[in-house]
């Protein structure tokens, strides 16, 4: 069955400023045409996405090795002997997937980075309390055995469980494997959006429905330098009143940025046809004005997209990053928007003719310029904009028979909710 994707194309001018930076404090660039791009990474943009996404949506996730120390906390909150509540923390982890979630390097962790619901500890701290008297005695009998035990042993809550290879064996479990597994494997909308690694818990792994291209500038970029001195406002008498001086990194570039949403794998991950909708929407925002924080306060890159354009397909998405592998050149007086524009045109018309029309069901855009541009419905705004190309995403393309199945581009709501 083929798929509805939906594709977003955004030019972006930002001017001095380090949105992403390199290991060593640099801004990060990439090569594409033979020539050096600004860039900024994937993970970074779709970093600010997320938390865009859930402080509109007010649903929260949160990426953490740190769960067993986090319950602690929130069991000794609630009431618990600190000692019970760590070993109780411990025994979440333990009692996790057929093998129990292994140790971090650091207490009361797990090595495996868990992305989660925020409010699991809640849940968590519930099933806890529903076990409470099972806990407290096999944590009695555990610290008896400890106290008999050599000096230097560890109390039981901070010894590290069994060698990952060694399932914990069901009968000494002290919790319901599958109540555990059910909270922590439990999604949120930028879950099912984003995806989710967790291979040690069955059904813990989610397919994400976004791809996100790293940005990249559509010209020739180099990092700038910027020297600069704090003043001391305190001097001592006979110095030069300088408390540090070093240099700083930035760099100016229009950006080209891409994601596409997989309107199928998302429908497929939520099961819910107007809950895919809704996140499609609040996706789309979260894409367009969404801002990599770093260096915001001496650098406040707060600019909007000068152009973004969508498109809606069916079988493979396309990406306009070729439109710039031949580095945009500025005019004489002037800057690289516009003719970032024109490349992007020209593109996007020369895959319409190899490709054809017949599975871009429909395109449109909005930009701040006036002019009308060869890229489908021109849209006054953003808001105009997210609300079309949403409602168009979710539009079943109607099919002649003889192609039924050939090219379906949508799961019925019915398909959706029993997968």
Not at 72 to 78: M, N, R, S, V
Not at 259 to 286: K, S
Request: hydrophobic share 35%; with cysteine; glycine share 6%.
């Amino acid at each position: 069955m083929a798929s509805r994707f939906l594709e977003l194309h955004i030019l972006h001018n930002v001017p001095a400023s380090r949105l992403n930076s390199n290991e060593d404090g640099e801004p990060k660039s990439l090569t594409y045409g033979n020539v050096v791009r600004a860039c900024v990474s994937s993970q970074c943009w779709k970093h600010a996405v997320r938390h865009t996404i859930e402080e509109q949506a007010q649903e929260y996730a949160t990426r953490t090795r740190n769960l067993p120390y986090r319950l602690t906390e929130h069991l000794t909150a609630d009431g618990w002997p600190p000692d019970l509540a760590a070993y109780a923390a411990a025994e979440v982890a333990r009692c996790a997937g057929p093998k129990g979630l292994s140790p971090g390097k650091e207490p009361q962790s797990t090595s495996t980075m868990l992305y989660l619901p925020a409010d699991v500890l809640t849940g968590l701290a519930a099933l806890c309390q529903a076990h409470r008297d099972v806990l407290t005695q096999a944590a009695k009998k555990a610290a008896d055995r400890a106290s008999q035990a050599a000096p230097d042993t560890p109390p039981p809550a901070a010894r590290k469980p069994a060698g990952k290879k060694r399932r914990t064996a069901p009968d000494t479990r002290l919790l319901p494997t599958a109540d555990v597994n059910a909270l922590l494997t439990d999604r949120t909308g930028t879950i099912n959006l984003l995806g989710r690694m967790l291979t040690d818990i069955p059904g813990g792994t989610v397919s994400g429905a976004v791809d996100l291209a790293p940005a990249f500038s559509v010209h020739a970029a180099d990092s700038q330098p910027d020297w600069f001195t704090a003043v001391e406002d305190w001097p001592r008498p006979g110095t030069s009143g300088s408390a540090h001086m070093d240099t700083a990194y930035f760099t100016t570039a229009t950006l080209y940025r891409y994601a596409c949403l997989n309107i199928t794998d998302l429908q497929r991950n939520t099961g819910d046809l107007d809950h895919a909708r809704r996140l499609t929407a609040l996706f789309t925002e979260a894409f367009i004005l969404s801002m990599p924080q770093a260096k915001r306060t001496s650098t406040a890159p707060h600019t909007l997209p000068h152009l973004v354009h969508y498109t809606i397909r069916d079988r493979r998405p396309v990406s306009y990053a070729p439109a710039f592998e031949p580095p945009v050149k500025a005019p004489r007086a002037g800057g690289y928007t516009t003719p970032a524009i024109q490349s992007l045109c020209a593109y996007a018309a020369a895959t319409d003719r190899l490709l054809g029309t017949t599975h871009r069901h429909a395109h449109g855009y909005t930009t701040l310029d006036e002019d009308e541009l060869p890229l489908g419905t021109a849209h006054r705004g953003y808001h105009d904009l997210i609300t079309a190309c949403t409602a168009a995403a979710f539009t079943p393309t109607p099919q002649p028979a003889a192609e039924s199945g050939l090219d379906t581009p949508l799961l019925p709501a019915q398909a959706a909710a029993a997968s």
